[in-house]
T-cell receptor, first 111, second 114 residues
Framework: SQQGEEDPQALSIQEGENATMNCSYK?????LQWYRQNSGRGLVHLIL?????REKHSGRLRVTLDTSKKSSSLLITASRAADTASYFC???????????FGTGTRLTVIP | KAGVTQTPRYLIKTRGQQVTLSCSPI?????VSWYQQTPGQGLQFLFE???????NKGNFPGRFSGRQFSNSRSEMNVSTLELGDSALYLC?????????????FGPGTRLTVL
């Protein structure tokens, strides 16, 4: 399976702290994407990082990609209660035309 | 632009029935993908349509089918419903000619099979 694994499965932090989530995958990829999902609703795209990129920033988000280790991390700095959600990584394998989602990390930010 | 819309938002069916879900992509987007989300299996890719043609298909039985119309709206159909089909069904659209680009998701249809 090309599905990614995310670590940790759940994370609980205080508001203002940083949150780091990790994603590992199995095959070579075209790109890797991170999505957020609030409680059983649709997914919201956060950031896309291509296989030839190593780091990308968007506001309070920082994503790194290590293709040699087949892993990525998402860092959310200065977390807010509104960041409480599930976060998923999704990969597009090389030569493929669909997304494979990871298992997700459930983030809880305590006010 | 209006986002991706899905109808209905909630649906309750009984085993053996069939169901049709609808998805309207963002205006100008020609690629529409469908995903099933369950607590046990997570998010799984069902299929993807582009310009009225199914381009990619996930590993689901033939009871799951779909189509896309000339205005890029898409429907998916599940026949002979089983209890295990209870899930959140999400559709996503993309502006790119492939699904490698950013996917924009709808709010989902929550299907409960009794």
């Amino acid at each position: 399976s090309q599905q990614g694994e995310e670590d940790p499965q759940a994370l609980s932090i205080q508001e203002g702290e940083n949150a780091t989530m990790n994603c590992s995958y199995k095959t070579s990829i075209n790109n890797l994407q991170w999505y957020r999902q609030n409680s059983g609703r649709g997914l919201v795209h956060l950031i896309l990082i291509r296989s030839n990129e190593r780091e990308k920033h968007s506001g309070r988000l920082r994503v790194t990609l290590d293709t040699s280790k087949k892993s990525s991390s998402l860092l959310i700095t200065a977390s807010r209660a509104a960041d409480t959600a599930s976060y998923f990584c999704a990969t597009v394998a090389t030569g493929a035309n669909n997304l494979f989602f990871g298992t997700g990390t459930r983030l809880t930010v305590i006010p | 632009k209006a986002g991706v819309t899905q109808t209905p938002r909630y649906l309750i069916k009984t085993r053996g029935q069939q169901v049709t879900l609808s998805c309207s992509p963002i205006s100008g987007h020609r690629s529409v993908s469908w995903y099933q989300q369950t607590p046990g299996q997570g998010l799984q890719f069902l299929f993807e349509y582009f310009s009225e043609t199914q381009r990619n298909k996930g590993n689901f039985p033939g009871r799951f089918s779909g189509r896309q119309f000339s205005n890029s709206r898409s429907e998916m159909n599940v026949s002979t419903l089983e209890l295990g089909d209870s899930a959140l069904y999400l559709c996503a659209s993309s502006s790119d000619s492939s699904v490698r680009d950013t996917q924009y998701f709808g709010p989902g249809t929550r299907l409960t099979v009794l």
